[in-house]
């Protein structure tokens, strides 16, 4: 209810923009006649806030492919209100294409974002994007610039369709590419789901990483209420990009800054959403980093806490049955939080300048088999677990209501992956030595081994055992899985096993133990074994020798600190450029 409260406007002079645009001296000549070069006139900037839409579209990325109407959306809303609207084009991170991993290129993302608001005459600015790591660079960048911002998701696809039945992103390939190892599914069969899977622009709509970071963006107060999952096909996002672009001219004028928002609460509002949700686990990844850009500390632990909680109410794939356009209509992220009653903070403020309580006051649940709620869950306690132990000192996570129950404790002898390419030459093998009670190992799959901690997590069940109709395993890397996938996959081990954690010292035969309820992952040798291994351990040589990927492996953080850049944690101030 902040809007009860007196509210200050900045007067013209004082936006950021007046020193490129209203001073009168020779730098500001050259800004305005080369606005006039473009075809602008007065009347397009005097005294007016420059909005920066800062646009991931690209002619690569399926996610993002109406971002570039999108944009004159945002434009028109920018015009309505008495802005004045730059597109600033950004790289585009594309899930499916860009190797090794999108997750090498967010921090490069950040730092262009935080680069571009920071460099060019912008007072406050638009985000789109939605595919998988965008949502975090975007808004990361963006938080630590500190200037209004909205946070626009690209919405959803429309759902798969294969032979009448719907087919999600991501978890249906899993699913189906085991039938097809197994023999159970065709060339052809195989052929039409690659025709039906992926039917319009807009990211995954499983409860992927994409789905996730933007309901967990809602859920911080940064996109308009209910934006985050509109699908991306539906007449109400271009209408909610146009409301987005006249609702940040008046944040300008309000100065409704990311630190007003981006509170502890409003991190704890975003974890139990993600907790409800069935959330990817790398969402704690880029919420440890969103959180700690904002000045808010944030570990695991906060995670393991609300996850004890916060039962998993969202019946989506691939924790639940449905598809992000069914939980749409069924209320949306609106009627979940309102479900979710005094667990969610509703004082904490919003981008649309109303609080989370006002916000969600209205929302109603229109299918209870799709939004469940809190005496009706699908799963009792929170989608994601943190385990420690000898194994994982720092941590690694697990999402058990994506697992099979029987995994969630179990004690079983290591098959050992040294990296990826030995697992994919062993993983065929029909005389590979395995049995369904072994636990598989992932090394050198982290964020410097990787490098870009790639999403190998859900390492692939042995052919010989797919064949047998097993489904899961225990499986234990310090990569991470795509949200959309599943099964009793050990992620995130944190120090990877490339900075030599306990993890590089795994041998095959080696006994493991994970036990969810105790928050357990222990590897069953002793001190002394573990410290002969560790004083034999040799270093592998760095992934890179030079560029950005050098850049990247010298400054990245391990997992359990959101793998930011050292040099872009929260502290020192950004400084203004100088005008000369
Ligand atoms: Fe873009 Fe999944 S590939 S969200």
Same mark, same amino acid.
């Given at each position: ?367 209870? !088999?799709?939004?469940?709620? $809190? /005496? %009706?869950?699908?799963?009792?306690? =929170? ?5 420690? @132990?000898? +194994? ?44 369904? !009670?072994?636990?598989?190992? $992932? /090394? %050198?799959?982290?964020?410097?081994? =990787? ?5 190998? @997590?859900? +390492? ?121």
């Amino acid at each position: 209810m902040t809007s009860s409260r007196p509210i200050a406007r900045k007067r013209p002079d004082e936006l950021r923009s007046h020193r490129w645009f209203g001073v009168q001296d020779l730098r500001a000549f050259g800004h305005r006649s080369r606005l006039r070069q473009i075809g602008y006139d007065a009347e397009d900037w005097a005294g007016k806030p420059v909005i920066g839409i800062v646009n991931t579209w690209s002619d690569i990325n399926a996610c993002h492919a109406h971002l570039r109407e999108r944009a004159e959306d945002v434009k028109r809303g920018v015009l309505q209100a008495g802005g004045f609207p730059l597109e600033l084009p950004a790289i585009s991170l594309a899930e499916p294409f860009q190797k090794p991993s999108t997750m090498l290129y967010r921090n490069l993302l950040a730092m262009e974002t935080e680069e571009l608001l920071r460099s060019y005459p912008i007072d406050g600015a638009i985000l789109l994007g939605g595919c998988d790591k965008t949502t975090p660079g975007l808004v990361m960048g963006a938080i630590s610039m500190g200037l209004p911002f909205i946070y626009c998701p690209a919405g959803p696809m429309l759902r798969g369709n294969w032979r009448g039945q719907a087919l999600g992103s991501g978890s249906d390939v899993w699913k189906y590419w085991d039938e097809k190892r197994a023999g159970k599914i065709t060339e052809a069969e195989w052929e039409q789901m690659e025709n039906g899977i992926a039917r319009s622009f807009g990211t995954c709509m499983t409860m992927g990483t994409a789905v996730s970071m933007m309901s967990v963006a809602e859920a911080l107060g940064l996109t308009l209420p209910g934006a985050a999952l509109i699908p991306a096909a539906d007449s109400n996002h271009p209408r909610m990009m146009t409301h987005a672009g006249r609702r940040v001219v008046d944040m300008v004028w309000e100065d409704v800054t990311p630190d007003r928002i981006l509170t502890a609460k409003a991190v704890d509002n975003a974890i139990v959403v993600h907790m409800a949700l069935g959330g990817s686990t790398n969402v704690m990844i880029h919420l440890i980093a969103m959180a700690r850009r904002a000045g808010v500390a944030l570990s695991l632990e906060r995670f393991d806490q609300i996850s004890r909680e916060v039962p998993v109410m969202a019946n989506i794939r691939p924790s639940g049955a449905h598809l992000a356009e069914d939980f749409y209509y069924a209320g949306g992220l609106p009627a979940l939080m309102k479900e979710l009653g005094g667990k969610i903070h509703g004082d904490c403020l919003t981008v649309n300048g109303e609080t989370m309580g006002v916000n969600v006051a209205k929302a109603e649940v229109y299918n209870a !088999d799709v939004i469940r709620g $809190l /005496q %009706n869950p699908i799963y009792a306690e =929170g989608g994601t677990a943190v385990l420690k @132990g000898n +194994l994982a000192p720092r941590g690694a996570v697990m999402k058990p209501s994506a697992a099979e129950p029987r995994l969630t404790k179990h004690r079983g002898k290591a098959v050992v992956f040294r990296d990826y390419n030995h697992m994919a030459a062993e993983i065929e093998r029909d005389d590979l030595d395995v049995t369904p !009670d072994h636990v598989l190992v $992932l /090394q %050198n799959a982290g964020p410097k081994g =990787g490098p870009g901690m790639p999403e190998w @997590g859900m +390492l692939p069940i042995p052919r010989k055992l797919v064949k047998a109709g097993v489904r899961d395993m225990v499986r234990i890397s310090d990569a991470r899985m795509s949200g959309t996938s599943y099964g009793a996959c050990v992620l995130h081990v944190a120090p990877e096993s490339f900075v030599g954690g306990p993890l590089a010292l795994v041998e095959t035969g080696d006994e493991i133990e994970v036990d969810v309820s105790k928050r357990l992952l222990h590897l069953h040798i002793s001190d002394e074994e573990m410290a002969r291994r560790r004083t034999a351990w040799v270093a592998p040589h760095p992934r890179y020798e030079r560029g950005y990927g050098r850049m990247y492996q010298e400054h990245i953080g391990q997992a359990d600190d959101g793998c930011d850049f050292d040099f872009l944690e929260h502290g020192a101030e950004v400084p203004e450029p100088e005008i000369h």
